[in-house]
Each structure stands twice: as structure tokens, then as C-alpha cells.
Nanobody, 119 residues
Framework: QVQLVESGGGLVQAGGSLRLSCAAS????????MGWFRQAPGKEREFVGS????????YYTNPVKGRFTISRDNAKNTVYLQMNSLKPEDTAVYYC????????????WGQGTQVTVSS
């Protein structure tokens, strides 16, 4: 059974950086896409970016392009979200998710980690 556990959230001032981690277990992820999502208070969950586990191809939503970077460590089965130049509007609960490359929907989700950016 796939398990995803996020960590690394916290409080940071605007302009600062945080690195979120998503520890994945339960299977090998070579055929998976790993995604990061976020949900701010009163808003719908939105896609942040993703990485194809095999090959490392990444995609980002426009608001985070150039500021956020997704990477993975095969040996640790961990995906990272490096967030730089953080803005107050980045405040949200961040979720890690996984889906097979052949699926459209993400089928496995972590519990989320809170990121708060103060102005």
C-alpha cells in the first residue's frame, strides 16, 4: 500500500525559503508521477507541480515557475519541493500525491503540511 508522508512545513517570512519532503513507501515508484498540491483557507486545492519519477521531467503551475523546484532522491524514495522567494499568497497546506503515469487522477495522498508565509 502506497504511503506518502510530508514534512518540512513551517512559518517563514516573505522572501524566505522552505524545502518540503515527501517520503514515499509501499512500492517502487518508477512508473509513477509525483505531484505537489496546495490548499489555502477558503480556496480549492490547486496543482503546484509534478515530477515523473523515471526521467525526472517536471511541470509547474505558472505562479510558482522560477521559484519552486521539484526533485526526487531515488535512494531515499523521497520527493522534494524547494520553495524560494516565498510570498504570503503561498500560504497553504501542501500535499504530496502520486498516480501511475497511465492515470489522469492522483490516487494516493499524504496528510499535508502547513506552510505559512508572513509579510
Amino acid at each position: 500500500q502506497v504511503q506518502l508522508v510530508e514534512s518540512g512545513g513551517g512559518l517563514v517570512q516573505a522572501g524566505g525559503s522552505l524545502r518540503l519532503s515527501c517520503a514515499a513507501s509501499g512500492r517502487t515508484f518508477s512508473g509513477y508521477v509525483m505531484g505537489w498540491f496546495r490548499q489555502a483557507p477558503g480556496k480549492e486545492r490547486e496543482f503546484v507541480g509534478s515530477i515523473v519519477w523515471s526521467g525526472g521531467i517536471t511541470y509547474y503551475t505558472n505562479p510558482v515557475k522560477g521559484r519552486f523546484t521539484i526533485s526526487r532522491d531515488n535512494a531515499k524514495n523521497t520527493v522534494y519541493l524547494q520553495m524560494n522567494s516565498l510570498k504570503p499568497e503561498d500560504t497553504a497546506v501542501y500535499y504530496c500525491a502520486a498516480r501511475l503515469t497511465s492515470d489522469r487522477e492522483y490516487t494516493n495522498w499524504g496528510q499535508g503540511t502547513q506552510v505559512t508565509v508572513s509579510s
